[in-house]
């Protein structure tokens, strides 16, 4: 049976190397799927992170869909005709997540908005590159933390 001595060295060595170690990255829109019709967004939205600095890549036919930014009541209602903050047409549109908050776009197709075409998210703030040592001391004390919970955890074994 491994010690406990074992069991923290090799948890402590998992924390290490789960310090964040975080990059931007380049979110497809409904993964292999892409940006169509009879796709659940809100659960896939649920299954991944939207972090400060990712892209986020609309899919699709052009020919067929495109991508309207809009407000939280024009995303509800389905309203794409009045008040988009911004429209993409590309079929391989790439959007810079440049600001924390919430998001939503839909398809410039009434109707596949109103079947689900319709994607809401939350830009959660990055934990690094820290752009400053204000940031970076926060990112440190959060690894710090997740540290201490993990040492604490190994005690209980
Ligand atoms: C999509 O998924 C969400 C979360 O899993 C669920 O609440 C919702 O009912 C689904 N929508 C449809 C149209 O199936
Ligand atoms: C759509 O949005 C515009 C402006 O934002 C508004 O005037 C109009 O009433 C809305 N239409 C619907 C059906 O919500
Ligand atoms: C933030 O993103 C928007 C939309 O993607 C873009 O138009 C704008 O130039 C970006 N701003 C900065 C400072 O990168
Ligand atoms: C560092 O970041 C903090 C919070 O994000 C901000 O209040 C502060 O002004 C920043 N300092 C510098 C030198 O940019
Ligand atoms: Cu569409």
Same mark, same amino acid.
């Given at each position: 049976?491994? #010690?406990?001595?074992?069991? @923290?060295?090799? @948890? ?5 190397? &789960?310090? %964040?170690?975080? &990059?931007? =990255? +380049? ?5 292999? $799927?892409?940006?169509? *019709? ?7 939205? #649920?299954?991944?992170m939207f972090m400060l600095g ?6 699709? +036919? /052009?020919?067929?869909? #495109?991508?309207? =930014?809009?407000?939280?009541? +024009? ?5 794409? !005709?009045?008040?988009?903050?911004? /429209?993409?047409? !590309?079929?391989?549109?790439?959007? *810079? ?8 776009y839909v398809c410039g197709v ?13 830009? @959660? %703030?990055?934990?690094?590159? %820290? %752009?400053? !040592?204000?940031?970076? $001391? ?6 710090? *933390?997740?540290?201490?919970?993990? @040492? ?6």
């Amino acid at each position: 049976m491994a #010690s406990k001595l074992q069991v @923290l060295a090799v @948890l402590l060595a998992i924390a290490t190397v &789960m310090v %964040p170690v975080a &990059m931007a =990255a +380049d979110i497809v829109v409904g993964d292999d $799927n892409g940006w169509r *019709q009879d796709f659940n967004y809100t659960e896939w939205a #649920s299954n991944n992170m939207f972090m400060l600095g990712d892209n986020l890549v609309f899919k699709y +036919d /052009r020919a067929i869909h #495109s991508v309207v =930014a809009v407000g939280g009541d +024009d995303f509800r209602t389905c309203n794409v !005709s009045n008040g988009a903050i911004k /429209r993409f047409d !590309s079929g391989n549109d790439v959007i *810079q997540l440049n600001t924390t908050g919430k998001r939503w776009y839909v398809c410039g197709v009434v109707e596949h908005c109103i079947n689900g075409q319709k994607l809401a998210i939350e830009v @959660l %703030p990055a934990m690094s590159p %820290p %752009p400053n !040592s204000s940031t970076s $001391n926060q990112v440190m004390s959060h690894a710090y *933390q997740t540290l201490m919970a993990v @040492l604490i955890a190994a005690m209980m074994i």
